[in-house]
């Protein structure tokens, strides 16, 4: 049977099958659609980046078996960026910052989730001009020249190094060319080109004494067009890679191909897979299509999540090919038969006898076509069962959004309501045309506008889960708190909210229940205190008596010494000072008012604790030393609260010490800095405490005094607590107990000497 009619036969065979595959291309839409749902891909964004021009043919190829095997994974064509950096046209510095400007603008915004380079300048780009911009970001490196330290440990770095199998391309043109005398090594003088004709160099060195081996990247491309058009027949022509020539001219591989097959007398082989079908015969080709495929598919598991190194090593290996040019060979009279077996053959004319495998494909297709059929068929009674299932869940999913009392609602970035659960009505008093007329941001409170709109802004560009509070306005004038949890969906927002308010006012009441309670026991404390107060307070009033009497007789005097009187009137001052401050201490401590954090010496708060309680020291005949360290920082904090707590820790130890004989009754009080803490310590010389009542005592009504209300160690726990510091109690070595609390140092104190 004639060629052309063979080939007729072919065509129709084609047109049907591109027919059949046209009617049921809906069918694998739908399938397509639901493997990216199934991968979870479908949100993966990756940058890829071009050393040189992108239009060139190793990155064309590149890219086309990179996106197909993305695409196939799940990987969004939207989420595909490729970019050029033109760095061989153009090197200089100006035109890199350009380029880190030109990529801080397109993905300053973006999340960018993977990396792939081409050549190592791609990815010393990334790495060195914009280690900033995208940092930790996983990166796929291609066609790297050797093997390259990573100076970014954190950041993982998969890493290609090509295979330029020039050993094996030689070993088939030696087959297939037995008695080949000259080599002649085509090459460009592009650095890129050198790094391959130096591993040529170093490849063919052991044919040297078999071939005379001619390398001639060192001449313009006239030249070495000319050099190989006197190449005699019996020659081998090398074509490695070529970018450019000693003249600067920029040429492709199979530009340079073209022109080779035009005037060489000899078979040209090469290495790379894109100057097949433009001259060479063929030979180990290394394919930037497979490389493109492979690179995707490492891509799809670094994406995936894919831990295990023997699944996922760091260097992505793509061996070469042999793959060889029918037309090319025929036309050199090269014998097919000495070619390795699996090899790829391109533009072959078909027989009869090639179009079998066809016959056999065609049979097998309609085979196919009919089991798809009958699947097709289960498949939509699958899908009429899957609707039903959805419908009810649906229905459920419905009255759960009607009869929840939280506020539910799907909303766009543009500030509108889409959907609304009846909870927004019944808490706001809008109906839901009123709220759906409106933008949603149109019922917050002004002093919360900007803090939603703020929310709305990281919900549109960082994809994320955000958790915010606002005040929604009421149509009846009021404000309810509200507490959001929204979640982002491409354009749509879903948020749930609850109302806080009376929660909220209740936190607030507590609150102030609680001051209310802590001042009810500095009250009772001070009623305690009492006679010890009044004998600290007679004594300077007894003083001053003794001094304006003493004052008295000298000025009846006939000769009233004026000197004495003077002294007399300063120790009456001073007193009167005395008296006066142990009146203010009680007054500050009594007071009833709001807390209020201010810095604060927390060894001033137990000095003037410490004075106010100097006369029941006395009278319990109770040793009050300190050791008070004058470089620690201020803490905030409110004073009579603190104080509070420092006069409830020293009168139990006092308490504690009520069994012990005169003369060992002894009280330590301590300050000092640890870190970003400030600590104190009160420590007596009692009977200590059970093991079991160390957590107990600061339970509230928990007690060890017979007369004792056991809430003064529960009102200073609460105390510290809302001051973010920590209270407890342990037992001393020796005996007794000691009262330990802690207070952190605000980020922006310093320590700062209290001499």
Not at 531 to 543: D, R, T, V, Y
Not at 613 to 622: E, P, Q, T
Not at 659 to 671: A, C, D, M, N
Request: proline fraction near 5%; glycine fraction near 6%; charge should be neutral.
């Amino acid at each position: 049977m004639p060629t052309a009619r063979l080939e007729r036969w072919g065509k129709l065979f084609f047109l049907l099958c591109f027919l059949i595959l046209v009617f049921n291309g809906p069918w694998v839409g739908v399938n397509n659609a639901q493997v990216r749902l199934q991968t979870g891909l479908e949100t993966k964004s990756i940058l890829l980046l071009h050393s040189f021009e992108g239009n060139a043919p190793i990155f064309l190829e590149t890219d086309n078996g990179l996106s197909g095997r993305l695409l196939s994974g799940g990987i969004s064509r939207q989420n595909m960026f490729f970019e050029s950096l033109d760095l061989r046209r153009n090197p200089g510095p100006e035109h890199r910052k350009l380029l880190v400007e030109q990529m801080r603008m397109r993905y300053g915004h973006r999340k960018l989730d993977l990396i792939i380079t081409m050549y190592p300048e791609a990815l010393e780009f990334v790495l060195k001009d914009c280690g900033d911009l995208l940092p930790g970001i996983p990166i796929i490196a291609l066609y790297l020249p050797q093997r390259i330290d990573v100076p970014e440990k954190n950041r993982r770095i998969t890493a290609h190094f090509p295979t330029l199998d020039i050993i094996g391309t030689l070993e088939l043109a030696l087959k297939l060319v037995p008695g080949a005398k000259r080599l002649y090594v085509v090459s460009g003088a592009h650095e890129v080109d050198k790094r391959v004709e130096d591993q040529a160099r170093r490849d063919l060195k052991k044919w040297e004494p078999q071939l005379e081996v001619l390398y001639l990247s060192h001449m313009p491309l006239a030249d070495i067009l000319t050099a190989i058009s006197s190449a005699p027949p019996d020659s081998i022509i090398l074509l490695l890679g070529f970018s450019s020539d000693v003249a600067g001219n920029n040429q492709t591989s199979p530009e340079v191909a073209q022109q080779l097959s035009r005037v060489s007398k000899a078979p040209i082989f090469g290495i790379l897979d894109v100057a097949l079908g433009n001259g060479i015969a063929g030979g180990s080709l290394l394919s930037f299509k497979i490389v493109g495929d492979q690179a995707g598919e490492r891509a799809l598991e670094v994406l995936g999540g894919a831990k295990n190194p023997e699944i996922t090593p760091d260097v992505l290996v793509v061996p070469s090919l042999p793959m060889f040019d029918w037309r090319q060979l025929k036309r050199w009279n090269l014998s097919e038969s000495a070619l390795p077996e699996g090899s790829r053959i391109i533009n072959r004319e078909f027989t009869l006898w090639d179009l079998k495998y066809y016959i056999i494909a065609a049979l097998v297709f309609v085979l196919a076509q009919s089991l798809l059929i009958l699947m097709l068929l289960a498949q939509k009674r699958r899908r009429k069962s899957a609707e039903g299932s959805l419908r009810q869940k649906t229905d459920e999913l419905d009255r759960f959004f009607s009869v929840t009392l939280d506020l539910l609602c799907i909303a766009n970035t543009e500030g509108y309501f889409l959907r609304l659960n009846p909870a927004w009505e019944k808490v706001l008093g809008y109906s839901r045309k009123e709220l759906m007329a409106n933008r949603f941001w149109s019922f917050v409170h002004p002093d919360d506008l900007a803090g939603t709109q703020e929310a709305v802004s990281k919900l549109a560009s960082q994809r994320e889960l955000i958790h915010f509070e606002n005040r929604y306005r009421c149509k009846d004038g009021t404000d309810r708190l509200l507490e959001w949890t929204a979640a982002p969906a491409g354009e749509l927002i879903y948020a749930a909210a609850r109302d806080i308010t009376e929660r909220m006012e209740a936190e607030v009441e507590d609150r102030q229940r609680r001051d209310e309670l802590a001042h009810l026991a500095r009250i009772s404390t001070m009623g305690e205190l009492a006679g010890a107060l009044a004998h600290e307070i007679n004594q300077p009033l007894s003083a001053i008596m003794s001094n304006a009497q003493a004052a008295k007789r000298y000025l009846e005097a006939p000769n009233p010494d004026m000197g004495e009187v003077k002294e007399i009137l300063r120790d009456i001052v001073k007193e009167d000072a005395r008296a006066g401050e142990v009146i203010n201490r009680l007054r500050t401590l009594l007071k009833k008012s709001k807390t209020e954090l201010e810095p604060l010496d927390l060894n001033s708060v137990f000095q003037e604790t410490i004075g106010l309680l100097h006369s029941d020291a006395v009278i319990r005949d109770v040793k009050v030393t300190t050791e008070l360290d004058p470089w620690i920082s201020c803490v905030r904090g409110d004073r009579v609260q603190l104080q509070q707590v420092a006069l409830n820790l020293i009168l139990n130890a006092f308490e504690a010490m009520n069994e012990q004989s005169r003369g060992e009754k002894r009280v330590l009080i301590r300050t000092w800095q640890k870190g970003a803490e400030v600590l104190a310590a009160v420590a007596d010389s009692g009977g200590g405490l059970p093991a079991e009542e160390t957590e107990k005592i600061f339970k509230p009504f928990y007690t060890t005094k017979p007369q004792g209300l056991g809430m003064g160690l529960s009102i200073s726990r609460s105390i510290i607590n809302r001051h973010q510091g920590r209270i407890w109690v342990e037992n001393n070595p020796d005996r007794g107990a000691t009262f330990f609390m802690s207070l952190p140092v605000p980020a922006d104190e310093g320590i700062v000497s209290r001499k």
